[in-house]
T-cell receptor
Framework: DTAVSQTPKYLVTQMGNDKSIKCEQN?????MYWYKQDSKKFLKIMFS???????INETVPNRFSPKSPDKAHLNLHINSLELGDSAVYFC????????????????FGPGTRLTVL | KQEVTQIPAALSVPEGENLVLNCSFT??????LQWFRQDPGKGLTSLLL?????REQTSGRLNASLDKSSGRSTLYIAASQPGDSATYLC???????????FGKGTRLHILP
C-alpha cells in the first residue's frame, strides 16, 4: 500500500485558473507538509501542518493555501495560477517524536508535476 | 538501486569546533545532491544544493562538496554554534526516474 499518495500526478492548466492537489497518508502520522521543487531541482518547504498549528514559509504567496479535511489529508489549493507556479509539488508526512530533540522521519509522496501555460 | 548513507548517525561536538558530515550514494547518475536540516517537529529546511556538474557550494558557515565519481558528499560546518543542533539530511535526485532519495540523517548536537 502506498504510504503517501498524491493526485493528480500531472496537472496542466491555463494561467489564472484555480486548482487543487490532493494528498493522503495512511501512516497515522500527525504532521503533513508541502514542498515545492523548482526548475533548478531545489526542494523547499511551503507548509507544515498538524492539528495544533500551521506553519507557513514566509516566501509562499497567499494564493497558496493548505486545507486539511482530516488528519490523513492535506490538500493544496492554488488560486490565480501563474507561470512561475510551474514546478513539482511534494507532499510528506511524519509522526512527531515523543522524545525532545528527536527528529521525525518524513515520508514523501511521488510528487505532482504542475505545468501552467 | 540508489542507496544514500549518512555517517555518523549521531554526533556531539563542543561549540566552536569545525565539523564534517558525510553522505555517500551508490548510483552516480544524479541531477543534484541537496543538504537539509530538520528540527524536531519541523519540516526540512534546504541548506545547499549542488548540481551534478558542480564540485561545491557555500553558504555562510556551510560548505558542501560533491564527488560524483566516488559517490560522496560532505557538509562542512565551521565554528559550530548551539543553534546548529539539528538532524542533517542529504538527498540525491536520481536521473533514472527523477525521484528524490534521502539518507537517514545525522543527528548533530552542539555542546554549549
Amino acid at each position: 500500500d502506498t504510504a503517501v499518495s498524491q493526485t493528480p500526478k500531472y496537472l496542466v492548466t491555463q494561467m489564472g485558473n484555480d486548482k487543487s492537489i490532493k494528498c493522503e497518508q495512511n501512516l497515522g502520522h500527525d504532521t503533513m507538509y508541502w514542498y515545492k521543487q523548482d526548475s533548478k531541482k531545489f526542494l523547499k518547504i511551503m507548509f507544515s501542518y498538524n492539528n495544533k498549528e500551521l506553519i507557513i514559509n514566509e516566501t509562499v504567496p497567499n494564493r497558496f493555501s493548505p486545507k486539511s479535511p482530516d488528519k490523513a489529508h492535506l490538500n493544496l489549493h492554488i488560486n490565480s495560477l501563474e507561470l512561475g507556479d510551474s514546478a513539482v509539488y511534494f507532499c510528506a508526512s511524519s509522526q512527531e517524536k515523543a522524545l525532545a530533540g528527536e527528529s521525525d522521519t518524513q515520508y514523501f509522496g511521488p510528487g505532482t508535476r504542475l505545468t501552467v501555460l | 538501486k540508489q542507496e544514500v548513507t549518512q555517517i555518523p548517525a549521531a554526533l556531539s561536538v563542543p561549540e566552536g569546533e569545525n565539523l564534517v558530515l558525510n553522505c555517500s550514494f551508490t548510483d552516480s547518475a544524479i541531477y543534484n545532491l541537496q543538504w537539509f536540516r530538520q528540527d524536531p517537529g519541523k519540516g526540512l529546511t534546504s541548506l545547499l544544493l549542488i548540481q551534478s556538474s558542480q564540485r561545491e557550494q557555500t553558504s555562510g558557515r556551510l560548505n558542501a562538496s560533491l564527488d560524483k565519481s566516488s559517490g560522496r558528499s560532505t557538509l562542512y560546518i565551521a565554528a559550530s554554534q548551539p543553534g546548529d543542533s539539528a538532524t542533517y539530511l542529504c538527498a540525491v535526485n536520481r536521473m533514472r526516474d527523477d525521484k528524490i532519495i534521502f539518507g537517514k540523517g545525522t543527528r548533530l548536537h552542539i555542546l554549549p
